[in-house]
């Protein structure tokens, strides 16, 4: 089964090099393990374009699609046999990447 681990963060700038060796480190062990599917940092939300075609017109807004906060910062997609190794995984991902994670399966 895959799932999706989105990396949250609530401050401005990306991983201190600290963190980026540690997320790297973790990024050998999934592929190492068998775990890896994608993973990918984003931009920060001020980066962020929102397309709403669901009307006569396509509106274009610059900017994230919510206010707020917290903000995905990066994500994981892996694969993993069952829900409870894809939180231990999302667990050391945190730790890893020194932000709170969010796990949810693909349908």
Same mark, same amino acid.
């Not at 931009?43 to 017109?57: F, K, L, S, Y």
């Not at 509106?59 to 995905?72: I, N, R």
């Given at each position: ?13 990306? !991983? ?40 006569? +017109? ?14 995905? !910062?990066?994500?994981?997609?892996? +694969? ?5 190794? !894809?939180? !231990?995984?999302?667990? +050391? ?15």
């Amino acid at each position: 089964m895959q799932y999706l681990l989105s990396v949250i963060h609530d401050r401005p700038g990306l !991983a201190v090099p600290e963190e980026q060796a540690a997320i790297d480190v973790f990024n050998d062990r999934l592929q190492a393990e068998g775990y890896w599917v994608f993973a990918g940092g984003l931009g920060m939300p001020d980066t962020a374009t929102v397309i709403d075609n669901r009307g006569d +017109e396509p509106l274009v807004t610059d900017g994230p699609f919510v206010e707020s906060k917290e903000f995905l !910062a990066g994500f994981w997609i892996i +694969e993993a046999p069952d829900l409870d190794v !894809a939180l !231990a995984l999302a667990t +050391e991902g945190s730790r890893a990447c020194n932000r709170k994670v969010e796990v949810r399966p693909f349908l």
